[in-house]
Every structure is written in structure tokens, then in C-alpha cells.
Nanobody, 123 residues
Framework: QVQLVESGGGLVHPGGSLRLSCAASGRTFSIYAMGWFRQAPGKEREFVAAISWSGRRTDYVDSVKGRFTISRDNAKNTVDLQMNSLKPEDTAVYYC????????????????WGQGTQVIVSS
């Protein structure tokens, strides 16, 4: 069983930065694939970024490539999402997800989900 708690969301101006963090419970965090997803009002949940259990493999949706960076610290049981050059279209609730596997990227592949943290990009 894994429990996930996201933090770091908030209101930011376009062009600004935020760093989201996801804290995971459990002693075997290092063998879980992790991902970040987001859901804007009236839209389906979409993939943002994923990272393998080792941290060696990462992937991003095209719209955030070059702006967002996913990273993990297995010693601290955390996975972060550094978001730079934020745009109004990045506004959404951001969710952290975990699954006991090397790597996952599709929402249905993840067993555990956090409650989400709101990100609003607005002037």
C-alpha cells in the first residue's frame, strides 16, 4: 500500500515557476514507477510526466517538454515536478501517481493516486 500527498501548487503569473512535490509512504518507494498527471476543468485527465523507479527513464507530454522536469529522491520517498515558463494552459489540478513497476505512463496503469494540488497560471 502506498499513500501519496502532493504539495506545492498555487497561483503564479505566466512565465513563472512552481515546484510540485509528492511524498509517498511505504518502505518500497524505490521500486515504484511514478507519474504526474493533470486535469483541467471540463477536460479529461492527461499525462504530464513519468519517471522509472531508477530515475534513468523519463518522459513528458509534448506540451511541457523543455519546461517541466520530473525527478525523484528514493531516499526521501519523494518525486518532484519542476515547472518553468508556465502558461495559462498549464492551469489544472495536478496528481501524483504510483505503480509497482519499472515504468508506467498511462493513467490506467497506475494503482495509487494522490488527492491533487491546484495550479493556476494567471495574470
Amino acid at each position: 500500500q502506498v499513500q501519496l500527498v502532493e504539495s506545492g501548487g498555487g497561483l503564479v503569473h505566466p512565465g513563472g515557476s512552481l515546484r510540485l512535490s509528492c511524498a509517498a509512504s511505504g518502505r518500497t518507494f524505490s521500486i515504484y514507477a511514478m507519474g504526474w498527471f493533470r486535469q483541467a476543468p471540463g477536460k479529461e485527465r492527461e499525462f504530464v510526466a513519468a519517471i522509472s523507479w531508477s530515475g534513468r527513464r523519463t518522459d513528458y507530454v509534448d506540451s511541457v517538454k523543455g519546461r517541466f522536469t520530473i525527478s525523484r529522491d528514493n531516499a526521501k520517498n519523494t518525486v518532484d515536478l519542476q515547472m518553468n515558463s508556465l502558461k495559462p494552459e498549464d492551469t489544472a489540478v495536478y496528481y501524483c501517481a504510483a505503480d509497482r513497476a519499472d515504468y508506467r505512463s498511462r493513467p490506467y496503469e497506475f494503482e495509487y493516486w494522490g488527492q491533487g494540488t491546484q495550479v493556476i497560471v494567471s495574470s
